[in-house]
């Protein structure tokens, strides 16, 4: 029965196709071909997540050898929420891609992208699908491979040193979890997380497994891109081709924030993670200064596409507070802001995309003008723009919201405080973008006109989604708060 | 302390720490991938140590009742290697290509090149 195969099928299929890609050597025929490929994969996660909210968490034996000695796919609610909007965003964008990829990487060279990109899309996926650790490790590379590939197909040369850098750094973080698994099988002799959940508790006092946390905290921290690891993301977002920022915006950095999640509550279980290895310590002053730091250099930034990757880098700051709460209102905050935010900030690229695709590299004074010269585009931007800076009725809200009260409940006032003067400093910069491309005077002779439709709808579909998503929660809350109770062990 | 003892943690250690020296601290875009290398091989002996029990013999079935080492460390970290091949091949390459975009491989020339002296 093909259902009972759907855990791997969600990452076999784009990695069949991705050769594929390169043997049609044809633009539009590879594009269709990545089209279907990432919309099944959609259809596949939205099928495993009915399947995990109606009977519990699926468990696919690879080859058929049980775990704990074979490789094990496990899929709860979490894996599968990350699953579904990882495919989402994937085939939304993949959607969107073919004019901006013809325009920006040229269509001698598109088979070879939608390669890549599909490449990409099976790391993630297969990041998520597993309960390997070791499996994680070998998706993870295949995963920052395509992307540093990806990044480096930008236009300007500027994407080959972002490229270079962010291989350098990915590397290094990569390096670090394996060495993170390697004391980990040194001390438990287990690659499997049900496993390992079972017997890294009995040897916390350890000094191996102390190590261990470290290793896979930093490692992990270095692909989040968590302040002050985030030195690879912003030239890396700003010079990659424009569907690949998006690509990268709603997905890697939130496969790495799943990942750490995992290691937190799964594999060393919240009571050891924040109590013998009190790591809220340090991510909380680390998280409060990305908000700070990352919001202020957006102020500052010219380029539209920076601005933005900073911007990310203090939403990421956010994500990060929810998972030091530890508590089901601040993990659910937290993982509800990574669905949030991944919506958002694909929906703001994808707009940026169509400005790109008309007016070129998005510096300031590229868009000026831009709200008469690209009405829909704008107004998508606004949208999103609103949704980011978390305006009560929008996505962006919700999951600050969570967030607020979580930090609320543990009395940890002024991580409120926080989070409302980092939205705050969103404000100043969205409006930046604002106030340039409405009240500025149009440039004489500017290119003008939309972008295609066929990167016009899935991006009003994205910020449909981004508002959808502020109204209605019982999906993206309800989903959220089952996996955070899950995680902390409240049901199984 | 009779050998090998711990000597082998001491020296992918030691590779450990050289390696991701090199890669913080040169500037050539080559010698920081040698680095990331030195980096990544600290890693495989570090599995290959972990595979070894004391005593124990070449993992392949002979029959009697003897001690066999680990071998899934060293399939794991088979596999690490090719990804750390695959890296390389990536970082070579992007150096190439930057080669051809920028006339150089030394950072300070190539941030020099992008925002002026």
């Known amino acids: 029965m093909i259902l009972d195969h759907l855990p791997i099928l969600q990452v076999v299929l784009p990695l069949l196709a991705a050769p594929l890609c390169l043997l049609l050597r044809h633009a539009s025929r590879s594009y269709w071909l990545a089209l279907v490929t990432s919309w099944l994969a959609f259809l596949i996660a939205v099928l495993l997540l009915r399947q995990t909210l109606a009977i519990g968490p699926l468990s696919y034996e690879i080859g058929g050898w049980a775990p704990p000695w074979g490789i094990e796919y496990r899929i709860d609610v979490l894996n599968a929420f990350v699953l579904l909007f990882v495919s989402g965003l994937g085939a939304v964008v993949a959607t969107a891609a073919s004019p901006s990829v013809a325009r920006e990487i040229g269509t001698d060279r598109a088979h070879l992208f939608y390669c890549c990109f599909l490449l990409f899309e099976t790391g993630l996926l297969g990041v998520a699908a597993t309960g390997d650790a070791f499996n994680l490790f070998v998706f993870l590379e295949i995963a920052s491979l395509a992307s540093y590939v990806l990044v480096s197909l930008g236009r300007d040369r500027r994407a080959l040193t972002a490229a270079y850098r962010y291989l350098i750094l990915g590397t290094v973080g990569a390096t670090f979890y394996l060495i993170g698994i390697g004391l980990l099988y040194q001390a438990t002799g287990t690659l499997n997380f049900a496993d390992l959940a079972e017997r890294v508790p009995l040897l916390s006092d350890s000094r191996t497994i102390r190590a261990a946390f470290a290793f896979l905290t930093v490692g992990i921290s270095l692909k989040l891109a968590l302040f002050p690891l985030h030195l690879w993301l912003p030239n890396a977002y700003a010079f990659a081709p424009s569907v690949v920022t998006a690509l990268l915006a709603g997905t890697a950095t939130k496969v790495a924030l799943y990942v750490l999640l995992r290691i937190f509550f799964t594999l060393f279980g919240d009571s050891f993670s924040f109590g013998a290895m009190p790591v809220e310590v340090i991510l909380v002053p680390l998280a409060v200064a990305a908000v700070f730091v990352g919001s202020a250099a957006a102020i500052f930034e010219q380029n539209v596409k920076r601005m933005l990757a900073y911007s990310s880098i203090a939403q990421i700051g956010y994500m990060v507070l929810g998972i030091a709460l530890a508590t089901v209102l601040g993990l659910t905050g937290g993982i509800v802001h990574m669905f949030n935010h991944a919506v958002i900030k694909t929906a703001l690229f994808l707009a940026l995309a169509c400005a790109v695709w008309r007016v070129g590299p998005p510096t300031l004074d590229a868009i000026a003008g831009l709200g008469r010269r690209m009405p829909l585009t704008m107004a998508a931007f606004v949208v999103a723009g609103m949704s980011l800076i978390g305006v009560p009725g929008t996505a962006g809200f919700v999951s600050k919201w969570y967030l607020v009260i979580g930090a609320l409940e543990r009395d940890w006032w002024w991580i409120a405080l926080v989070i409302i003067a980092g939205s705050l400093l969103s404000v100043v910069y969205v409006w930046r973008i604002i106030e340039v491309a409405y009240f500025r005077p149009v440039p004489d002779g500017a290119p003008s006109g939309e972008a295609p439709l066929r990167m016009l709808v899935p991006t009003w579909a994205l910020v449909a989604a981004s508002v959808y998503f502020g109204i209605d929660t019982r999906y993206s809350v309800g989903v959220a708060r089952l996996a955070a109770e899950s995680l902390l062990g409240l049901v199984p | ?117």
Do not use: C
């Open chain 2, 1 to 117: 302390m009779e050998l090998p003892g711990l000597y082998n943690y001491w020296v992918v250690i030691g590779l450990m720490m050289g390696g991701l020296y090199i890669v913080i601290s040169r500037p050539n875009l080559v010698k920081k991938l040698v680095g990331l290398a030195i980096f990544q091989a600290s890693v495989f002996v570090f599995y290959i140590t972990i595979g070894k029990v004391a005593g124990g013999t070449a993992p392949i079935s002979i029959g009697s009742a003897v001690v066999y080492s680990n071998p899934l460390p060293h399939v794991l970290i088979l596999t690490a290697i090719v990804v750390g091949v695959s890296t390389m091949a990536v970082g070579l390459a992007l150096v190439v290509r930057i080669k051809e975009a920028y006339g150089a491989i030394e950072e300070d020339e190539i941030n020099r090149q992008d925002n002026g002296p």
